[in-house]
């Protein structure tokens, strides 16, 4: 009887262990503005292969979208409008769609003219890297590889968001 309890308490508190190591570990991974952002490498639908890490001194603004997604159709002019005006100061937008079947991606894209780098995450493994949540979501890096903002979904208005941000990861 007492090895069967002694048994049991240990199984408990093994199980309370593995949670928390879990814990960590998934803590440890969480996209943190002002942390590192996670470095990848993808072909751009120009054929392309961009990495993260060798982009370090552009500011490089990540927008994760799905075809299907309605803001994700009115934000991408705005994107564009971003990438016209500030890429000759150092600034480049990249989109990743997260969708696992790209056609419904590439028709999307057919109906806008759209210069920047298109990537697409057909495994999903960058999305979930970046944590993406809600379509679409947007990632700031700065010049030396550091998330400095994120934001989440698309409404009118957010292009000023977007370029104050963009302002001020200019002027540092």
């Known amino acids: 009887m007492l090895f069967s309890r002694f048994s049991g308490k240990c199984l408990i508190a093994l199980g309370v262990l593995l949670l928390s190591v879990q814990m960590l570990s998934m803590q440890a991974h969480a996209l ?38 309605g803001p994700c159709r009115k934000e991408m002019p705005v994107l564009q409008k971003l990438q016209d005006k500030y890429q000759d100061l150092g600034v480049q937008v990249w989109g990743v769609n997260v969708e696992q079947e790209n056609q419904a991606g590439k028709d999307f894209l057919a109906d806008l003219d759209l210069s920047f780098s298109i990537f697409f995450d057909q495994t999903n493994s960058l999305s979930k890297t970046y944590q993406v949540e809600a379509m679409p979501t947007t990632v700031m890096i700065d010049r030396n590889g550091k998330v400095r903002f994120v934001f989440q979904g698309y409404q009118d208005g957010y292009e000023k968001k977007y370029a104050a941000a963009i302002k001020q990861l200019i002027r540092e």
Request: charged content about 15%; proline content about 3%.
């Open 32 to 69: 943190t503005i002002g942390d590192a952002a996670p470095d990848f490498t993808l072909k751009n639908q120009q054929g392309t292969n961009l990495n993260l890490t060798e982009q370090r001194g552009e500011i490089i603004l990540i927008n994760f979208w799905a075809s299907w997604c």
